[in-house]
């Protein structure tokens, strides 16, 4: 059973920072590609930062190019993203999104979520 465990959220004020973690158990976690998303409230959800199986490989939604920073350590089976400059619209719940290839299936998980606040 794949599990992905959300840490680091919180309340952080403007211009400030947070790291955010996504740790895996139940698998081998540098077979996936990983992402995380957020979703404010009455909006969808949506791709913040992407980073490949080795983690050479990243991509950033627009809204946050040059202030987060996704990586991963493979031996730790986490993922963080890095999040300076923080803005208030950056308030929202933040997830962990898994995916593997295996055949001609690919296969999904999610984290539970965890909420960042950016307010003063």
């Known amino acids: 059973q794949v599990q992905l465990v959300e840490s680091g959220g919180g309340l952080v004020q403007p211009g400030g920072s947070l790291r955010l973690s996504c740790a895996a158990s139940g698998t081998i976690f540098s077979s996936y590609s990983v992402g995380w998303y957020r979703q404010a409230p009455g909006k969808q959800r949506d791709l913040v930062a992407h980073i490949g199986y080795s983690g050479d490989a990243t991509s950033y939604g627009d809204s946050v190019k040059g202030r987060f920073t996704i990586s991963r350590d493979n031996a730790k089976n986490t993922v963080y993203l890095q999040m300076n400059s923080l803005k208030p619209e950056d308030t929202a719940v933040y997830y962990c999104?898994?995916?593997?290839?295996?055949?001609?299936?690919?296969?999904?998980?999610w984290g539970q979520g965890t909420q960042v606040t950016v307010s003063s």
């Open positions: 999104h898994a995916a593997i290839l295996s055949g001609e299936k690919t296969y999904i998980y």
